[in-house]
């Protein structure tokens, strides 16, 4: 079974750069066809596709996001991470890491999600 489970600063002042870091248990990131997002969902909003990480190491991100979205893995840890950089409220949300395969945008595991608030 695998699970991913979200971590970071649940508070982060504006203009900054929001950090966090997606651990996965029951499976290795780099399995083949296997794509790493983060999705987030802004209060009384749908959910956003931010970007992802590839089994290979390739990423893609939102264009909407693009010059904003930084995302990294450890494979040593089995962890992903994803920057955000010059925050502001409109950034506040919940935000989940979530896997898919062949980028089918169908996701199949999903973390709990965490709460990240952008304020002064």
């Known amino acids: 079974q695998v699970q991913l489970q979200e971590s970071g600063p649940g508070l982060v002042k504006p203009s900054q750069t929001l950090s966090l870091t997606c651990t996965v248990s029951?499976?290795?990131?780099?399995?083949?066809?296997?794509?790493w997002s983060w999705i987030r969902q802004p209060p009384g909003k749908g959910l956003e596709w931010m970007g992802a990480?590839?089994?290979?190491?390739?990423?893609y991100y939102s264009p909407s996001l693009k010059s904003r979205t930084s995302i990294s893995r450890d494979t040593s840890k089995n962890q992903f991470t994803l920057q955000l950089s010059s925050v502001t409220p409109e950034d506040t949300a919940v935000y989940y890491c979530?896997?898919?395969?062949?980028?089918?945008?169908?996701?199949?595991?999903w973390g709990q999600g965490t709460q990240v608030t952008v304020s002064s």
């Open positions: 029951g499976g290795s990131i780099t399995t083949n066809y296997y794509y």
């Open positions: 979530v896997r898919d395969q062949y980028r089918s945008y169908e996701y199949d595991y």
């Open positions: 990480i590839a089994y290979s190491g390739s990423t």
